[in-house]
């Protein structure tokens, strides 16, 4: 018996309407894990090099993890994965709340939607119950109409449901896919993925538990979590959520603000978690097995706002988006522009630095009242950033020039604007700025997803012993500052990103602090297998190799991996004004994290070796290698 997976993944061809159940062995489970690896694997094995992103050769996966809806913290994430839209490469994002669970509670370790449906079309699975249903009627609506109908449609309002929302009807590259209305697979445009497959929804009912190999251990290490997380780093997750970041990287210097022009915002204090709460706040909300609570929830009724709390609160990468980086200090706005990313299904992080492009362009002459319609488009004006989010979502106007992300919107505007379109890989860097914490700026830069926090490491944390602690059994006894980027950073870097990549596979969230012994304890207590640090770390490896192997046989090269020049450039303010690392310097880290990677100097692609290390002979021959 296959503990901690069912062993089976569900097709779904979605030109045919042909539903088809898939065994997956364990030695396959065990190689690949869940996750990215499951991702990896059928992006490389399936779809066509050059395939169109929009086209029907694409794959769109659900993939859960050996957690994955398990009664324990860090049962509540899946991945999403496909080729991305906006940057041509690996797509991946991973998402918390129920949905993950809920999919995995019916029965299934993944779904691989393919072909392009004639017709709108929804997904019901309930248990070993598939079927596509008509979704004509929701087309056009947005996300929350949509999961009351497909409730009140099916009669049970505990089904969990997946959806691209109109922004990803429209082909919008900065599109998520969004569940529950509150929780968002976001960047690299998966939810134009979905919406260019006609596949409105997925609706997802399971009333099975997922089979474990020791249970009881299992429930003990949920009742261990209960009961000392905080203790551990989770307790900052539980008090003050994510937007406690906001005061933390102003106290840094490299809070993003203007568009990543400085590092400290004037009125950083208006969106403070405390500003939050007195504000905009109504109370907290968390997901499934996890007793952190880290989500707040909003609600505002103003003259100029009504913000419903169905749509949750603003975390601290939209906060900075839609405030600091847009110049912003009003809370409420924030508060209110979150709301209409998740009712349009638009990712918060690319759709607020893109219009914070915008601003740049339009207070720099690059645009005028011609292109965006009379809007004064510059910094602070919440309104107009309000109704860009509409337009974008829309792709109506300036909004469809800024739909397809920053970088193309620049080379079609011309001139200096590719200087201010602050990505890499074509999607938008998130709301840390490496000037602070240089080891940051190689992870999102090497990210096979393009500029993606989520893939990259904070090596601020790292320069005390305490900040280590999670690092030492990958190897890591020294700490080290923040503005290193010696041979010893680089190694660092290897462990502490190739191991953050993990999350990525097992469905557990980086918030809920397991030690890394304590993550194969709680992989080995569900699978039942004999597994350590070093088996987790290696399939980490494994599925970080396919993804950026993935993105290899599509084009991508050395320059795909630079960090944008803007930070190149001292910040003019602030705790560090005046310091920073030169393009040189960057380059010559990023030669030696290669040489550690496995990864060629000249094409930035696995080497051969590697991949025969890692037990992917096949992806080197899919390369040419």
């Not at 997976?5 to 539903?19: C, E, F, M, Q, S």
């Not at 509150?182 to 134009?192: D, E, F, I, K, Y």
């Not at 950073?489 to 809920?512: P, S």
């Amino acid at each position: 018996m296959v503990f901690g997976h069912w062993g089976k993944g569900l097709r779904v061809n979605l030109a045919t309407g042909d539903i088809a159940v898939e065994p997956l062995d364990e030695s396959w489970l065990r190689r690949y894990v869940g996750g990215w690896g499951f991702i990896g694997y059928y992006l490389l094995k399936e779809v066509p090099r050059g395939a169109d992103p929009l086209g029907p050769d694409n794959r769109l996966i659900y993939a859960t993890g050996p957690v994955t809806g398990h009664s324990v913290a860090g049962g509540g994430r899946h991945m999403i994965g496909a080729r991305s839209p906006l940057t041509g490469g690996f797509a991946a994002s991973e998402c918390g709340g129920y949905f993950g669970a809920e999919l995995k509670r019916a029965g299934w370790d993944l779904v691989v939607f393919e072909g392009i449906s004639p017709r709108p079309v929804y997904v019901w699975i309930e248990d070993d119950h598939v079927e596509l249903r008509s979704a004509e009627h929701l087309w056009g609506l947005e996300t929350g109409p949509v999961q009351q109908r497909i409730r009140e449609e099916l009669g049970d309002r505990a089904i969990r449901v997946s959806q691209c929302g109109p922004a990803g009807e429209r082909l919008v590259a900065l599109s998520n896919v969004m569940h529950d209305l509150t929780r968002a697979a976001g960047r690299t445009g998966l939810g134009a993925v979905m919406g260019s497959r006609k596949l409105r929804a997925v609706a997802v009912r399971g009333h099975q538990r997922p089979p474990a190999s020791d249970p009881e251990h299992l429930r003990e290490m949920s009742r261990w979590f209960r009961d000392h997380y905080m203790e551990t780093s989770s307790a900052a997750y539980a008090e003050g959520g994510t937007p406690r970041m906001v005061r933390i990287n102003q106290q840094l210097g490299g809070l993003p603000t203007r568009n990543f022009q400085e590092g400290v915002f004037e009125g950083y204090e208006s969106l403070t978690v405390e500003a939050l709460q007195e504000r905009v706040m109504i109370g907290r909300d968390t997901c499934y097995g996890c007793p952190i609570r880290c989500k707040w929830i909003a609600k505002v009724e103003s003259d100029r706002y009504s913000v419903d709390p169905a749509y949750g609160g603003p975390e601290y990468e939209t906060i900075a988006a839609f405030g600091s980086l847009c110049g912003s200090d009003d809370i409420e706005a924030v508060a209110m522009a979150n709301q209409r990313c998740n009712a349009l299904g638009l990712d918060t992080i690319g759709t607020g630095a893109t219009i914070s492009f915008a601003m740049e362009c339009y207070e720099r002459g690059l645009l005028g009242p011609a292109e965006t319609d009379g809007l004064e488009l510059g910094f602070g004006n919440v309104e107009a950033m309000l109704a860009m989010i509409e337009r974008i979502g829309h792709r109506e106007g300036l909004g469809d020039l800024l739909a397809d992300g920053s970088r193309r919107a620049a080379e079609r505007i011309g001139g200096e604007a590719l200087e201010y379109a602050v990505q890499i890989k074509g999607q938008e860097v998130a709301m840390h700025d490496p000037r602070v914490k240089y080891g940051h700026g190689i992870g999102i830069a090497t990210s096979p997803t393009g500029a993606d926090h989520m893939n990259s490491v904070h090596d601020n944390g790292f320069q005390t012993v305490g900040g280590i602690y999670d690092l030492k059994p990958l190897g890591v006894l020294e700490p080290l500052p923040y503005d290193d980027l010696s041979v010893a950073k680089m190694a660092m870097l290897r462990r502490a990103i190739v191991w953050r990549i993990q999350y990525n596979l097992t469905g557990i969230c980086m918030f809920q602090a397991w030690t890394p012994g304590q993550v194969a304890e709680l992989v080995g207590s569900i699978t039942g297998w004999n597994t350590s640090v070093m088996e987790i770390w290696l399939a980490s490896e494994r599925a970080l190799n396919m993804a950026r192997a993935f993105n290899a046989r599509e084009g991508f090269g050395l320059e795909d991996d630079l960090i944008h020049p803007r930070f190149t450039r001292p910040l003019p303010s602030g705790p560090v004004a005046g310091k920073g690392f030169t393009v040189e310097q960057f380059k010559e880290a990023m030669a030696t994290y290669y040489r550690l990677m496995g990864w060629d100097s000249t094409t930035a692609a696995p080497t051969r070796a590697k991949l025969q290390e890692l037990d992917l002979a096949w992806v080197a021959d899919e390369l040419g290698l």
